[in-house]
């Protein structure tokens, strides 16, 4: 009988410890995704509030490569008050061209895919909403003076 017990609290620890290693691995759900599809590498994305005059930390200082998509959360995206709302978008590419888009709504399982510029610099911006319909937003494209 003392064998039975010893073998039910080994098999126990054993089986809990499997559940805790199994949870672990799970894979985060993310609240949103950039999708770069501008031809060339974005080197920082920056959100701001669409209240706010200045642009908080870049999301990511990580490139995001040509046609790569990256996942982040509201909280990573360095603007008070984060969660779905309206907020200006924008993104530097590695030939320093600027991207921005103002007053672009996001969601939870929302993708931002950005595209090129066009000569006139303007550049379109779609956002994918979970549910599978589409938003569109005209930006502007510009080179940094340089001061």
């Known amino acids: 009988m003392k064998k039975l017990r010893t073998a039910a609290a080994v098999l126990a620890v054993l089986l809990t410890a499997l559940v805790l290693l199994c949870s672990c691995g799970e894979e985060h759900e993310y609240e949103l995704?950039?999708?770069?599809?501008?031809?060339?590498?974005?080197?920082?994305?920056?959100?701001?509030?669409?209240?706010?005059?200045?642009?908080?930390?870049?999301?990511?200082?990580?490139?995001?490569?040509?046609?790569?998509?990256?996942?982040?959360?509201?909280?990573?995206?360095?603007?008070?008050?984060?969660?779905?709302?309206?907020?200006?978008?924008?993104?530097?590419?590695?030939?320093?061209?600027?991207?921005?888009?103002?007053?672009?709504?996001?969601a939870v399982g929302d993708t931002i895919t950005i595209y090129p510029a066009s000569d006139e610099g303007e550049f379109q911006l779609t956002v994918t909403h979970a549910d599978g319909t589409s938003d569109s937003y005209t930006g502007y494209a510009y080179l940094e003076e340089e001061g």
């Open 33 to 106: 995704f950039f999708c770069n599809k501008t031809g060339v590498v974005v080197d920082s994305i920056y959100f701001s509030s669409s209240e706010n005059d200045t642009w908080g930390k870049p999301v990511n200082l990580a490139a995001v490569s040509v046609d790569a998509t990256i996942h982040f959360d509201f909280d990573s995206m360095n603007v008070d008050g984060n969660g779905p709302g309206v907020y200006d978008i924008g993104a530097v590419d590695a030939n320093a061209l600027n991207y921005d888009v103002f007053e672009v709504t996001l």
